[in-house]
């Protein structure tokens, strides 16, 4: 599913821009216990993750501490 947003979000020329809106839609739209399994996913393995949702679900570890 987070791939299918960054999918979305990847259409923008300016991938900060993109990277932000994956990250605020992961933010604001999935309930914690899901941001907290997206979060551990990515420092386990994360090989199924694009690149643009590494960064956005980097951004959220980094928040999330």
């Known amino acids: 599913m987070a791939n299918d947003i960054g999918n979305f979000f990847n259409s923008d020329p300016d ?3 993109a990277v ?3 990250f605020d839609h ?3 739209s999935w309930e ?3 941001r907290k399994e ?3 996913y ?3 393995d994360g090989s199924e993750l694009s690149e643009l949702v ?3 679900v ?3 570890a980094s928040e999330q501490g």
Do not use: D, F, N, T
Request: aromatic share 4%; charged share 40%; net charge positive.
């Open 26 to 28: 992961l933010r604001k």
């Open 15 to 17: 991938k900060e821009a």
């Open 54 to 56: 590494k960064q956005a």
């Open 38 to 40: 997206i979060i551990q």
């Open 58 to 60: 980097a951004r959220l």
């Open 20 to 22: 932000e809106g994956v």
């Open 32 to 34: 914690p216990r899901m």
């Open 42 to 44: 990515y420092r386990e």
